[in-house]
C-alpha cells in the first residue's frame, strides 16, 4: 500500500490555510519559479483578440483600461498587469497575502481590496476580468454557478473573461511528495499531498518545515471540476466560451478559459 500523510506516522491535525493566512512570504518561495509573464502575454492577446484592448509591442497600445483581478494574492501578476497598462483592482480572501503585496510592491498603483468569490466587493463592469492560478478549482461544488455568475456581473458587455482550472487528480496522488526551496530567510521543505475526500473534494495537505519558527501543517480544500462543468456554468450565465490547453506549451495543468458575453 503506498504511503500517505495519514500512515507515515504524523500525528497532526490539519489547519485550513495557515500558509496564506500566517506565512505568505513562505507561499511566494513555493511559487517562485511560476511564469507569471506567460500569463499575462496569453491574457493581453486574447483581450486583444477579442477587441477589449489593443496591444502593441507587449503592452496597452490606448492606456489605462480597467481591469479586476480576482484572487490576486501576492500581487506578482497585478504588479506586472500595471506595468501593461491596466488600472487594476485586486480582490483576494487573505489579507495577509494583501499586505505581502503591499510590501513587496509600496510603489503598487492598485487598488488591493479583501474580499472573495462569490460575495465579490465591487459592484461595477470592467473591460477585463481575470481569476489566474485555479482560483475556481478552489470552490467548493455548489459555489461555482453562482461564482461564474458573479464574474459575468462584473463584465463589460464588449469585455473579456480569463481564468484557468487546475486539472486535479480526482482520486489523488499516490504518495507524498517532498518540496525543498529557499526564501530570503534560508531553506525550506515541504510534504505535499492531495488526498481525496468522501464528498468528491480534495484535501491538498502538507506538513512544513519554515527556515525560521516552528514546523506546521496546512489543508486546502479544492474541487477537481470537470472542463464541461465549467463551460456549463459560463453558458448559464449568458457567456460564449473557447478553452485553451494551458497558458503556453509548457503548461499542461490547467485549462484556460476565455469567456465573452453573448
Avoid at 7 to 32: C, I
Avoid at 123 to 131: H, S
Avoid at 209 to 216: D, H, I, N, Q, S
Wanted: proline share 9%.
Amino acid at each position: 500500500e503506498p504511503a500517505t500523510l495519514s500512515t507515515v506516522g504524523l500525528a497532526v491535525k490539519f489547519v485550513t490555510d495557515r500558509l496564506y493566512a500566517e506565512h505568505p512570504e513562505l507561499y511566494d518561495a513555493v511559487q517562485s519559479a511560476w511564469d507569471y509573464d506567460r500569463d499575462v502575454s496569453f491574457l493581453l492577446a486574447a483581450a486583444d483578440r477579442h477587441n477589449a484592448v489593443t496591444v502593441a509591442d507587449g503592452r496597452l497600445a490606448d492606456p489605462p483600461t480597467e481591469l479586476l483581478e480576482v484572487g490576486c494574492g501576492t500581487s506578482e501578476h497585478t504588479q506586472r498587469l500595471v506595468a501593461a497598462g491596466f488600472d487594476v483592482t485586486g480582490v483576494d480572501p487573505n489579507e495577509p497575502m494583501l499586505d505581502r503585496a503591499r510590501r513587496k510592491f509600496p510603489g503598487l498603483d492598485a487598488r488591493l481590496v479583501v474580499g472573495g468569490l462569490p460575495s465579490l466587493p465591487v459592484t461595477r463592469t470592467f473591460p477585463v476580468v481575470v481569476a489566474f492560478r485555479g482560483v475556481i478549482s478552489h470552490l467548493p461544488p455548489r459555489g461555482l454557478e453562482p461564482s461564474v455568475a458573479a464574474l459575468g456581473d462584473r463584465l463589460a458587455d464588449d469585455g473579456v473573461l480569463v481564468f484557468d482550472a487546475s486539472r486535479l487528480p480526482p482520486d489523488g496522488h499516490d504518495g507524498p511528495a517532498l518540496d525543498v526551496g529557499e526564501t530570503a530567510q534560508g531553506t525550506y521543505a515541504r510534504i505535499v499531498q492531495m488526498q481525496p475526500r468522501e464528498d468528491g473534494r480534495l484535501d491538498w495537505n502538507s506538513v512544513v518545515v519554515p527556515p525560521e519558527g516552528e514546523a506546521f501543517v496546512n489543508s486546502r480544500p479544492m474541487t477537481p471540476f470537470d472542463d464541461r462543468e465549467i463551460v456549463d456554468a459560463l453558458r448559464a450565465a449568458g457567456l460564449t466560451v473557447e478553452t485553451h490547453d494551458g497558458f503556453g506549451p509548457d503548461d499542461d495543468g490547467r485549462t484556460v478559459f476565455v469567456a465573452t458575453p453573448v
